[in-house]
Antibody, heavy 125, light 107 residues
Framework: EVQLVESGGGLVQPGGSLRLSCAAS????????MHWVRQAPGKGLVWVSR??????????TYADSVEGRFTISRDNAKNTLYLQLNSLRAEDTAMYYC????????????????WGQGTLVTVSP | EIVMTQSPATLSVSPGERATLSCRAS??????LAWYQQKPGQAPRLLIY???TRATNIPAWFSGSGSGTEFTLTISSLQSEDFAIYYC?????????FGQGTKLEIK
């Protein structure tokens, strides 16, 4: 069974930092692109970032709203996805979900076929 | 950025009836469109990908159609467990974008 378990959320002051983790199990983690998606309280889903599966040639993409402040990474030996959040703002307050990407062809366009339960990040003085 | 617009925002339907949810893209996304269901306090769940392919273990009363800019999710006979928020998402272009959601409520 595919499992994704996020951790690392919490309360942080504006300008602060957090590192989120997503522990994966039940599948070959190194073979999949992985994504972070967030959801502000009472709001809709917003894609945040993605990382490809090829550890030798890592590529990443970010939403404009987090570019330069957030960094996605992965450790395939530990089956873990990370998101480093720096220079946090009040508008970054959200539930952060990790999601597994699936594609018709490896490396192609992804939909999200498995999601974790999320970790809540609250940015407040 | 491609803007995804869902309608209606809220849909009230009686159990056993049919529900039709719409999603429009601001430019063509081909068939690179997914639908997700989210219940309160839960993570989203994939229902449909490729605009019309049901995900694993998704009941046959869910169906998706459309291509280009106009898409539809149809729930042919609503069960009590189907009342939730539904999101469409395009994965044709970066950044991937979601619609604002349609809340399906019991009439």
């Amino acid at each position: 069974e595919v499992q994704l378990v996020e951790s690392g959320g919490g309360l942080v002051q504006p300008g602060g930092s957090l590192r989120l983790s997503c522990a994966a199990s039940g599948f070959t983690f190194s073979g999949y692109w992985m994504h972070w998606v967030r959801q502000a309280p009472g709001k809709g889903l917003v894609w945040v970032s993605r990382i490809n599966s090829d550890a030798s040639r890592t590529t990443t993409t970010y939403a404009d709203s987090v570019e330069g402040r957030f960094t996605i990474s992965r450790d395939n030996a530990k089956n873990t996805l990370y998101l480093q959040l720096n220079s946090l703002r009040a508008e970054d307050t959200a539930m952060y979900y990790c999601a597994r990407g699936r594609a018709a062809v490896p490396g192609a366009l992804n939909w999200f076929d498995s999601w974790g339960q999320g970790t809540l990040v609250t940015v407040s003085p | 950025e491609i803007v995804m617009t869902q309608s209606p925002a809220t849909l009230s339907v009686s159990p056993g009836e049919r529900a039709t949810l719409s999603c429009r893209a601001s430019q063509s996304v081909s068939n690179n469109l997914a639908w997700y269901q989210q219940k309160p306090g839960q993570a989203p769940r994939l229902l449909i990908y490729g605009a019309s392919t049901r995900a694993t273990n998704i009941p046959a009363w869910f169906s998706g159609s459309g291509s280009g800019t106009e898409f539809t999710l149809t729930i042919s006979s609503l069960q009590s467990e189907d009342f939730a928020i539904y999101y469409c998402q395009q994965y044709n272009n970066w950044p991937y974008t979601f619609g604002q959601g349609t809340k399906l409520e019991i009439k």
